[in-house]
């Protein structure tokens, strides 16, 4: 019953915050629905459960629609000025464009760190071999074979 009741509290505390938010700063809200719609799709398309994709088109997608967010509170707060910044194209390759370079980014690191990380391995390996060349000329050959097992000659030795 508790549990029902602050779930019924926040919901309308959310709600106020929405209305007041679309009352108060509509403009603003215009331009950052439609301007962050590919963060919105990326959302709904990455299905993962960390939701990287969604990150790094969010990221970028930010970075594209901030300038224009900042002309319209540092101008004429309106919803004309809104529409203004939507209508036009240029504004829209950018937020758009700073979206697709963040699907870009979100496809190409991920193989160039796994081919980075498997050279530093393959380099890990061999200066491991070389200090193992180094061991087996020092020490002998002895020192590169497994040691024997005691514990199977012990239970043979009592059976």
Same mark, same amino acid.
């Given at each position: 019953?508790?549990?029902?009741?602050? @779930?019924?509290?926040? +919901?309308?505390?959310?709600?106020?915050?929405?209305?007041?938010?679309?009352?108060?700063?509509?403009?603003?809200?215009?331009?950052?629905?439609?301007?962050?719609?590919?963060?919105?799709?990326?959302? &709904? +398309? *990455?299905?993962?459960?960390?939701?990287?994709?969604?990150?790094?088109?969010?990221?970028?997608?930010?970075?594209?629609?901030?300038?224009?967010?900042? *002309?319209?509170?540092?101008?004429?707060?309106?919803?004309?000025?809104?529409?203004?910044?939507? $209508?036009?194209?240029?504004?829209?390759?950018?937020?758009?464009?700073?979206?697709?370079?963040?699907?870009?980014?979100? &496809?190409? =690191?991920?193989? +160039?760190?796994?081919?980075?990380?498997? =050279?530093?391995?393959?380099?890990?390996?061999?200066?491991? @071999?070389?200090?193992? @060349?180094?061991? &087996?000329?020092?020490?002998?050959?002895?020192?590169?074979?497994?040691?024997?097992?005691? $514990?199977?000659?012990?239970?043979? *030795?009592?059976?």
């Amino acid at each position: 019953m508790a549990q029902s009741k602050a @779930r019924g509290f926040i +919901v309308i505390w959310v709600s106020v915050g929405v209305v007041a938010l679309l009352v108060l700063a509509l403009p603003t809200v215009f331009v950052a629905f439609f301007g962050m719609a590919p963060t919105l799709v990326a959302f &709904i +398309v *990455d299905r993962s459960r960390e939701k990287y994709a969604t990150l790094s088109v969010a990221g970028l997608n930010g970075c594209g629609v901030f300038p224009y967010l900042l *002309d319209l509170w540092t101008g004429s707060h309106t919803i004309n000025q809104a529409i203004s910044i939507m $209508t036009d194209p240029f504004s829209l390759i950018i937020m758009y464009g700073a979206a697709g370079f963040g699907w870009m980014m979100f &496809i190409t =690191v991920p193989p +160039v760190v796994t081919s980075f990380l498997g =050279v530093m391995a393959q380099k890990k390996v061999s200066s491991l @071999r070389a200090q193992q @060349r180094k061991l &087996i000329e020092e020490w002998g050959e002895s020192v590169a074979r497994p040691p024997e097992r005691k $514990t199977a000659v012990a239970a043979n *030795d009592r059976a």
